[in-house]
């Protein structure tokens, strides 16, 4: 069955167990969490490692799927200990991991071969040869830049659709105007700090790359050489124009970012792309 026939999943963050209760009652296929110390998210949008068996049960329940967002990209010193607590999730109930590690996603194909790898937004896939070396890893899905646009997002979903790898895209979210995420070193550059919090071996707690903490020093004031003050402000994005061509390229499901957003917020967003989506004929 080609992938533009299938019903276009809608993912959504989850920061806290309060939104979680609203979004098994929203119209969403799935939802995304993080690990404490393990993801991008804050630490207080972030789950402890105990809490992942009732997150997937509940999921399971509601007819819904939870994803581990175990984006980071760990140090050689943090490897092991991150992938304990990957296959502790994966004994936990977790069957969707998104990363951006490839050493992390051979392991997991290796020990773990029914679990499904998502290549992370962070992964930073802008061409078909990216998306067919996470094919190669053995992903499942590869989720693409927002900084593509709508025909280089449907010549790699159709350079993936002969191997049933799907393609998603985030369609609500931030997008910085000075770099890439996944790319980013200005954190890392301006307040990389070493701190022991017992979550981890180490904490580079500015690294975007590692703790998954940023600190939008591109949005901070900047002064140029003439002492002029500007912005590499990121921006919220809101790319519903785009939905009718994700979905006749065969693009499989759309994510909402931001871990922080509260569910009215969240349940008005789903509400949209859920009407524009049944707009569309050949989703009808």
Known sequence: MPLADKR???IVPCGDSQVLSCILSMDVDAFYFGIRGWSRADRNQEFSLFQVEE???RAQEKGKRALLSFNLMPSPMEAEQAWRVVREAILRGVKEVICSDPFLAIRIKENYPQV???ASLGAVVL???EAHFWADLG??????SPHLSSQEIEEITLSLASRSVETEVMIFGVRCQATMLGLCRMSSYFDMNLENTGLRTVIWSGSSKRSGVCYR???QEWLDHKGREWEWAPEFYW???KLPALLQAGVRALKIGGRGMGWKKMRAL??????KIREEESYV
């Open 239 to 241: 790319d519903l124009w």
């Open 127 to 129: 061409s078909s040869e």
């Open 116 to 118: 499904d790898i998502h």
């Open 270 to 275: 789903v509400k949209a792309i859920r009407e």
């Open 8 to 10: 276009c999943e809608i």
């Open 55 to 57: 997150l997937c049960e």
């Open 217 to 219: 020093t591109c949005s």
């Open 139 to 144: 992903a499942s899905r590869v989720i693409l």
